[in-house]
């Protein structure tokens, strides 16, 4: 499938150099070496058969925005599933975001909760990103925070060993989910650009 994009020739620039946004670039990351680049760092090297293109935006993302799209993820979570209690951590915009946000969109939890909305949505994020576009976690994780990165690619790893990455990659619940990260990860950028004015 070729991605019909704008921003194609960026992207897999971006997918066939996950270093360019990792920070200090190995010079084993260029050309030649990339195949070893990538054993290095635990990244796939191919480009995957079957994905949604729909996952695409997310490469480009800053690391800030992501961590903050994830946390209104695990808040939407949050809400659908009754714990209220647990978006004392918002202010009040991101509080009223979520609970209007969180009554029409059903979602379905993809891996088990834990710690904080940050971390509960950066693994349900990996575990989405695993069925909707493979390979493309082991790419984003490389711009973030060790710790959350580590937390959910050990959620991924429970997700994949139970065998639900195949279940979860198509059909209405796939683009719900879809839907709702785009939705996150649009407020997130509102949110940073409502910071940056301030």
Do not use: N
């Not at 499938?1 to 360019?20: K, R, T």
């Amino acid at each position: 499938m070729i991605v019909a994009h704008a921003a194609a020739g960026e992207f897999l620039d971006w997918w066939f150099d996950p270093s360019m946004r990792a920070g200090a670039a190995a010079p084993l990351s260029r050309r030649l070496g990339y195949r070893l680049w990538c054993g290095d760092h635990g990244v796939r090297p191919d480009f995957p058969r079957a994905f949604d293109s729909g996952w695409q935006q997310f490469a480009g993302c800053e690391a800030a925005v992501l961590l903050h799209a994830a946390r209104l993820y695990g808040a939407l979570l949050a809400v659908r599933e009754g714990r209220h209690g647990a978006l004392t951590e918002l202010h009040s915009g991101e509080r009223r975001w979520s609970l209007a946000t969180a009554a029409i969109q059903p979602l379905a939890r993809l891996c088990q909760p834990g710690g904080d909305l940050q971390c509960d949505g950066l693994r349900e994020f990996a575990c989405a990103m695993e069925a909707g576009f493979p390979g493309m976690w082991d790419r984003l994780r490389l711009s973030l925070p060790a710790e959350p990165a580590a937390d959910a690619g050990a959620a991924l790893t429970a997700f994949v060993l139970r065998g639900m990455a195949a279940g979860a990659a198509s059909g209405a619940a796939a683009r719900r989910r879809l839907r709702c990260w785009c939705l996150c990860l649009e407020q997130a950028g509102k949110g940073r650009l409502q910071g940056e004015s301030a």
